[in-house]
């Protein structure tokens, strides 16, 4: 089913727009297992059969909230990344300006970020309408690989991943095949970086570093920096307010 194409019908039906606006209220308000159409329409002030009419079932409604929620944080990625190559940016600072976009639209939508990378919902299963709007994060951060390697970027790795490919054909296709010496093992560095970032983002959304760390922004591109390397990639970060004066404490 095409959710982003479900809008009003003009005929008195409640339009599915409202209705999965009403939705994220209360995703964040009770969080998605609670969600049921029944709170939606009373939310809405609408009958449920109005709410039943875009969305039989609570499970359409959810799976139409976390294709939203794919599609828009993937769209903040797409364009940061439009804007950093617009601008002649290396590899490094794209990688850098596309996590810090998924990363706004996180704090920007926390319980749609809950949604899509917190706890499963008890009794529910995405169907495979998600893939495609799930896969638009890794395929952002795969093609800045690629294109870093294309490019000469890429540092070849010191200890290289022993053994057969460990990844399924699918994650080799996205990234438009697997490379070669001296990068066989890049693509499971890949998915490294992305469980990296996704894990960085939900220690910081979910506020388990916020009383150990002192800056989580400054913090957060560190550690991007950091996982980049895994890669073989160098991520350009600015010289903090003070330390190239010396500056203490």
Do not use: C
Request: aromatic share 6%; proline share 8%; glycine share 10%.
């Amino acid at each position: 089913m095409d959710y982003s194409a479900m809008s009003s019908t003009g005929d008195g039906q409640t339009p599915t727009a409202a209705v999965k606006d009403v939705a994220r209220r209360q995703l964040v308000e009770v969080g998605a297992s609670a969600l049921s159409l029944e709170a939606v329409a009373r939310g809405g002030g609408w009958a449920l059969a109005e709410v039943e009419a875009a969305f039989p079932h609570r499970d359409d409604l959810l799976t139409a909230l976390v294709v939203d929620a794919y599609d828009a944080s993937g769209a903040a990625m797409e364009q940061a990344d439009r804007a950093a190559v617009e601008a002649g940016a290396p590899a490094g600072a794209r990688l850098l300006a596309v996590t810090r976009a998924l990363r706004q639209w996180a704090f920007d939508h926390p319980a749609e970020f809950t949604l899509i990378y917190g706890s499963p919902v008890p009794g529910y299963h995405a169907p495979q309408d998600t893939v495609g709007p799930a896969s638009r994060t890794p395929a952002v951060l795969a093609g800045i690989v690629r294109s870093a390697l294309e490019a000469g970027e890429l540092t070849p790795p010191r200890r290289p991943v022993p053994g057969p490919p460990l990844l399924l054909p699918a994650a080799t296709e996205l990234f438009g095949g697997a490379p070669g010496a001296p990068f066989p093992d890049l693509l499971e560095r890949g998915i490294v970086l992305w469980s990296n970032l996704i894990g960085l983002l939900v220690f910081q959304v979910f506020s388990r570093t916020h009383d150990s760390v002192r800056d989580e922004a400054a913090f957060f591109d560190y550690a991007v920096a950091v996982a980049a390397e895994s890669v073989g990639l160098v991520v350009p970060l600015e010289e903090p307010a003070g330390q190239a004066a010396g500056a203490t404490g």
